[in-house]
């Protein structure tokens, strides 16, 4: 039997959540810690699921075990644990940058380490300053590379701490507070592979633009002189 690929696993996320619910029980916490960790704090795995993955979190969270039926996940154990697998990820990922930096990105053709995505990482911390670490968050591919990138010289770790901080924060409450809030919507039920594949689509938008205008302005003819 061919195993599901990785768009099918992104499109299913709440078929996965159900039989993993059942499958490992309270094992599902450390699971989901994993998984977000990993994917904010290990540079080769930028295309782990981030904001599919907290949003369909939320959609199968309560507020307290006691008010919730059998195979529901506790809202606050919820944002404790993002919380914390986002910040530790980050300060790992931080720490590989600075003691690895460009030694892991040398190569032009590399499919781990893209050198490609290490450069818009770097344009992104450019043009946004301390921001991008905040802003990252919401950007796939640009949250696992912008603690690297901070790492190799972008940012002081004390003031990358503090936006890390404020950035995890940001990110788990609002990902996991919109499914929690929307997902039981009949709407939101009735068409959740759509609604998935919109979060995903909508968190790339920045990436489509910036690769837009980075063509328009190349593609340009220099003025005469």
């Known amino acids: ?115 490609q995505n290490l450069l818009k990482t770097e344009a992104f911390f450019a043009k946004y300053g301390p921001k991008a670490v905040i802003m990252a968050r919401f950007v796939p591919i640009v949250r696992t590379f912008s603690p690297f990138v901070a790492g190799m010289g972008a940012m002081p770790y004390p003031r990358f701490l503090a936006f890390s901080i404020a950035g995890a924060f940001l990110w788990v409450g609002i990902c996991v507070s919109a499914g929690h809030f929307f997902g039981q919507l009949p709407f939101v039920k009735k068409h959740f592979e759509a609604v998935i594949l919109g979060i995903i689509l909508i968190s790339i938008v920045p990436m489509v633009v910036e690769y837009l205008m980075h063509r328009s302005k190349s593609g340009k003819p220099e003025s005469a002189s």
């Open 1 to 115: 039997m061919q195993s599901p690929s990785l768009v099918d696993f992104f499109k299913h996320l709440d078929v996965w959540f159900s039989a993993a619910i059942q499958n490992y029980g309270a094992g599902i916490y450390a699971l989901l810690f994993l998984i977000v960790f990993c994917e904010t704090g290990l540079v080769f795995l930028p295309f782990l699921p981030g904001d599919s993955l907290l949003f369909t979190a939320g959609t199968f969270s309560v507020v307290t075990a006691e008010s919730g039926a059998a195979g529901a996940l506790s809202l606050p154990l919820l944002y404790a644990l993002f919380f914390f697998a986002a910040l530790l990820g980050d300060n790992v990922n931080y720490a590989v940058g600075r003691f690895l930096g460009r030694r892991l990105f040398q190569s032009e053709t590399s499919k781990v380490f893209s050198r």
